[in-house]
C-alpha cells in the first residue's frame, strides 16, 4: 500500500531529515483540507518543532496556506503589512497595530493582517474591536474599504477559514509550532513589502528565509534583544533584511537576499521611552490611548516616540526603501 504524503513526512521527521518545500506545501495542504486526523496533525507539529523548522519548510506550509486562503483583491505596488509572530516577553500595547494606522498617515497603504491574541493580553482584533472598528468585512469589503481609506483589517479567521481543522490541535498543544509563523507570511491581499516581529530570536530567521522563498519585494523582519516582537525601544533590535533581485545571494533563496543588521533606537536622536510606559492592557483600556495619541508632545517618550522608531519602515518600504531611517521617522512625526 502506498505511503501517504502525510505518513511518509511524519516517518521522515521521526527520523529528524527535513522535508522538502514541496513535500511540505503537500502535506499542509491536506491538512488544509481536513484529511489529516489530530493526532497526526499533533505529530506533524511537534515532530517539526523537535527536528526544528527550515525556512523551506516554513515557506512550504504558509504557501498551503496561501493556496486555501480567501484573496483580497487589491490595486496598488507598495501595500504593506505589520503583522508579527506575537509572543513577545515583554508587555506592551499593540504596537503593529497601531503603526499601521501611523504607516498610513505617512503615505502608505496598508493591508493590516491579524488575529485576536493567543499569548498576550490584547491581538490586534481585540483592540480594534474595542475601538468600535467592523473586524469580519469579507474581501470585497476590505477591498473597498483599502482603496477608500489606505488601511483595512484582515481577521485572519474570515480569511483562513482551512485553519479550523488545525486550530483545536494548536491550542491543546499550547507550545509554539510553525503555525504560529505562517500570519505574517499568508497576507489575503498578497503583500510584497512588511516589518515582521518576530519574538524567538533563533525562529526570525527562518522567517526571513522563507520570506525571501515566497518572493517578498522589500522585508524587514525584527527582532529587539529585551523580548520584543518589535523595534525595541531600549537596546539592540537584530534586522533581517529581505529584498527581491538579489540575485540568490546572502542567505536567502528564490532570487532574494536576506542582510542582518543592527538597529539601536539612540542612533535616530529620538528618546528611549522606559517600557513600563508601554505596559500592556485590557482591550477597553487599550483603545483609549487613541485618546492621548492625537496630542502633541507629552508622548514623546512613551508610546508616541515608540511608533516612530518601531514602524517607520513600513512608511519607508512604502517608497520603495529610498531614503533613510530618519526620513521616514520625520514622516512619521510630520503626520
Known amino acids: 500500500m502506498p505511503t501517504s504524503p ?37 505529530a506533524l507539529l511537534m515532530g517539526l518543532r523537535v527536528k526544528g523548522e527550515t525556512p523551506e519548510e516554513v515557506a512550504g506550509a504558509a504557501r498551503a496556506l496561501r493556496d486555501a486562503m480567501v484573496r483580497v483583491v487589491a490595486d496598488g505596488p507598495h501595500l504593506v503589512d505589520t503583522c508579527g509572530t506575537g509572543g513577545g516577553t515583554v508587555s506592551t500595547f499593540n504596537i503593529s497595530t497601531a503603526a499601521a494606522f501611523v504607516a498610513a498617515g505617512a503615505g502608505a497603504s496598508v493591508a493590516k493582517h491579524g488575529n485576536r491574541s493567543f499569548t498576550s493580553k490584547c491581538g490586534s482584533a481585540d483592540v480594534l474591536e474595542a475601538l ?4 469580519t468585512l469579507d474581501a470585497a469589503a476590505a477591498a473597498r474599504v483599502l482603496r477608500e481609506a489606505c488601511l483595512t483589517f484582515l481577521f485572519a479567521p474570515t480569511f483562513h477559514p482551512a485553519m479550523k481543522h488545525a486550530g483545536p490541535v494548536r491550542r491543546e498543544l499550547a507550545v509554539p509550532s510553525v503555525l504560529n509563523l505562517l500570519g505574517p507570511l499568508a497576507n489575503p491581499a498578497g503583500v510584497r513589502r512588511q516589518v515582521v516581529g518576530v519574538a524567538d530570536a533563533d525562529r526570525a530567521p527562518l522567517v526571513a528565509g522563507a520570506l525571501a522563498r515566497l518572493g517578498a519585494e522589500h522585508a524587514l523582519v525584527v527582532h529587539g534583544r529585551i523580548g520584543m516582537d518589535e523595534i525595541a525601544p531600549q537596546g539592540i533590535t537584530d534586522v533581517w533584511e529581505v529584498r527581491s533581485g538579489g540575485g540568490g545571494g546572502g542567505d536567502g533563496g528564490g532570487g532574494a537576499s536576506v542582510t542582518t543588521w543592527q538597529l539601536d533606537p539612540a542612533r535616530y536622536q529620538l528618546a528611549i521611552a522606559d517600557v513600563a510606559m508601554l505596559a500592556g492592557e485590557e482591550p477597553r483600556a487599550r483603545a483609549r490611548r487613541r485618546a492621548p495619541q492625537r496630542g502633541r508632545g507629552g508622548l514623546r517618550r512613551g508610546p508616541r516616540g515608540l511608533l516612530r522608531r518601531g514602524r517607520r519602515p513600513g512608511a519607508h518600504g512604502a517608497r520603495g526603501g529610498e531614503g533613510t531611517g530618519r526620513a521616514g521617522a520625520v514622516a512619521a512625526r510630520e503626520r
Request: net charge neutral; proline share 5%.
Open 132 to 135: 468600535g472598528v467592523p473586524i
Open 6 to 42: 502525510l505518513a511518509h513526512a511524519i516517518a521522515a521527521l521521526a527520523n529528524r531529515q527535513s522535508l522538502s518545500e514541496r513535500h511540505t506545501t503537500d502535506v499542509f495542504a491536506a491538512v488544509m483540507r481536513g484529511e489529516a486526523t489530530p493526532a497526526q496533525i499533533a
